[in-house]
Every structure is written in C-alpha cells, then in structure tokens.
C-alpha cells in the first residue's frame, strides 16, 4: 500500500487564523499599540522610493539584525530575525526535530498552532501546577518549553527566578527553552534585560521579541530572537533567506535605534489606562487577573462568552473572546487604549448587565 503523505494527518485539527479584522469603531481584539506606530519607522516609510521595492533585500534582515545586535552590544550573530514574532517562533520550532512543546495553560492558542505545524505535540500544563514546579513544567525529555511573559490572553507575569529555574533544567536535559517576551516593554523597565543575559549565557535558549506591540509595527511584520551564536545559525537555517522586506529591515532598525520618547510615552500610558481600567472593571464585580502587558482578561463563564462578545459588537467594541479549558482560561481579552475607547468598553458592558440584571 502506497503511503498516506497527503494530506497530513497532524494537520487534522489545523484551520485558518482568522481574526475578524472588520471595521469597527473600537477594536480591542489584537493587542496592537492603540496609540500608533513608531515615528522612527514611518519616517523610513515616508522615504522609501524604488529601490525598496524592485531589489532584493539582505537575505537575513541584516540593517534590522546589526541595530538589535548593538542595543544589547553582542554580535549580530547573536540575532535572528523574522516576520513577526509569529516567523521567528516559527523558524525555532522548525529548527528543532519533531518533539512536544510544554507551555503554560491558559496560554497562546497560536503557539500551539506553530508547534503543530512543525510536528511538534503541544503539551499544556495548568498555570499553578508549572508555577509551583519549574523542573516539573519543563519536563524530563528533550522538548521544546515554551513560556511566554506576560502571558497571553491573561496578561500575568512569571516571576523571573522561576523562569531561571526553567532555563537551568531545560539547559541541562538537552530542551530548547523558548522565552517570548512580546509584550516585555510593559512589563520591565528598559534597563532590565534579564530574559536576554539568560539567553546568551545559555546554548539552546532563545528570547523572542516582536515590534508588533509596543512599537506599534504590527502591520510590517518585524520580530528577532536573541541567544547563542549555535542555536541562532539554526534558527536561521530553519527559517530561509528572504523573509523580511527590506524596508521592513530599515523602518524597525530606525524603531530600535531610536530616542524618541514616544515608545516611553505609549507604555507609560497604557499601563496607566491598564491599572484605571482594571480598577474600574473590578469596581463592577468582574474578576481581572494582575496584567503586566498591554490588554486585560475579563473573567467569563463558557456560555457567556459568545452573547457579550456579540453585544459589545453592537456597541463598536471588539474584544477577544477565549473558551478556556479551565475556568482561568475564560474570558474576554481587551487591549489597553486611549481612555475614550476604554470607556466605550465599560458602557458596552455596564448595558449588557443592566439588559441581563
Ligand atoms: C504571546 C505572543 N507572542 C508572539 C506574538 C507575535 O506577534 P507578531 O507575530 O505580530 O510579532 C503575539 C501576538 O499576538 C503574542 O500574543
């Protein structure tokens, strides 16, 4: 009998991500930086002529790769770079042979997707049980640990010794440790570069960023990671030349480089609309875990997930809704903006209880 390879039978749970991207007048549904993009990088934009778009771009972002590797004064052998975080998450798994990937539930569903897709079985371990076990969580074979900090959609942080804990167990049994910290900037201050140092003390542990949320870049799909010069050279094996645009490499360079205030000035009020809107959510009666990132989670039943999330639609806001497997993982994820939308979000909800008492 000739060998079923087509279609692949770990796709079978496999569809599209597709976010509703529809117009509406608040879209809390993607976590992007609501207050713009980097002036940096539109400034590039602005410029950009014939060249960007008749030539071929370096074939691993290097003017992107060698503005990361001075911020952080290592070598760009040191950086890879991607489409996104989503391509550098992605050419990681792919640079590891078919495994599982242990993380942290409730958790990212795209993750899961990635690791899918790269013949990886997704392994989730219920948020406290990892919290109380690092070694635990990370497992005892060789695997892929994935955590993500600030966690999505709840938006807690890890504290960074039980993340060291991991990092020490998953060096030892031959892991490879991933620490995604797309939404880092809101979580520590610019000074602490703690995941980053893990990374390049280690062999086979990388740091992933994206310039999708703070910088507010999302739309020009620039993300890096940072770790060994050994897993990086594999990492760029895994992921092919070509995969960011040159002028997507010159606009997050300029983001990077820059010392325009503006990404201070976002952060600084998101995180003051993060902690005003949690205030006024629980002031309400909803349970709202700690975030440390750029979007809130909303405590929700299963089965009124669907019907507010509709609601809200009807009164232009857009959140995300997530069916979790544990009663942690339900909610309606909302990303921090300027004030007006937030309030949009608080009548949009404050007419859903009045109508369901
Ligand atoms: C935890 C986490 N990691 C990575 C990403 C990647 O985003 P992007 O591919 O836009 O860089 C996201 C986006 O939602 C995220 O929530």
């Not at 997930?305 to 809200?312: A, D, N, S, V």
């Amino acid at each position: 009998m000739k060998p079923d390879i087509y279609p692949r039978d770990d796709y079978g749970d496999l569809g599209r991500y597709l976010p509703d991207r529809s117009p509406i007048a608040a879209d809390l549904g993607d976590n992007r930086n609501l207050w713009g993009a980097h002036p940096a990088a539109l400034a590039v934009l602005a410029e950009a002529g014939t060249p960007v778009a008749s030539e071929y771009p370096g074939s691993y972002a290097d003017e992107f790769a060698s503005a990361v590797a001075t911020k952080f004064g290592v070598s760009p052998y040191h950086v890879t770079t991607g489409a996104g975080g989503t391509g550098v998450l992605d050419a990681v798994m792919r640079a590891v042979a078919p495994t599982h990937m242990r993380f942290m539930d409730p958790g990212w569903p795209a993750a899961g997707m990635l690791a899918r897709m790269n013949g990886h079985e997704p392994v989730p371990v219920e948020w406290e049980e990892a919290l109380d076990d690092p070694v635990r969580f990370a497992g005892p074979r060789p695997c892929i640990a994935y955590i993500a900090n600030p966690g999505n959609p709840t938006g807690e942080a890890v504290p960074d010794d039980w993340i060291r804990a991991v990092y020490r167990h998953t060096e030892a049994v031959g892991s490879v440790l991933i620490i995604d910290e797309a939404y880092g900037e809101y979580n520590r201050s610019r000074d602490d570069l703690t995941p980053f140092e893990m990374a390049l003390e280690g062999e086979r542990t990388l740091c992933v960023k994206t310039l999708s949320k703070a910088y507010g870049l999302a739309g020009m799909r620039a993300g890096y990671g940072v770790g060994s010069e050994s897993l990086v050279l594999e990492v760029d094996k895994a992921r092919g030349p070509f995969v960011v645009s040159g002028v997507t490499s010159t606009a997050a360079a300029a983001a990077v480089s820059s010392d325009s205030p503006w990404l201070d000035e976002t952060i600084a009020e998101t995180t003051v609309n993060r902690e005003r809107l949690t205030d006024r959510l629980r002031q309400r009666g909803y349970r709202v875990p700690d975030s440390a990132a750029n979007f809130v989670f909303i405590l929700r039943p299963d089965d009124r997930l669907e019907p507010e999330t509709r609601r809200l639609e009807a009164c232009g806001v857009r959140v995300r809704p997530f069916a979790g497997v544990t009663a942690r993982g339900s909610g309606l994820r909302a990303t921090v903006a300027p004030w007006d939308r937030m309030q949009r979000l608080l009548d949009g909800l404050d007419l859903i209880a009045a109508r369901t008492g």
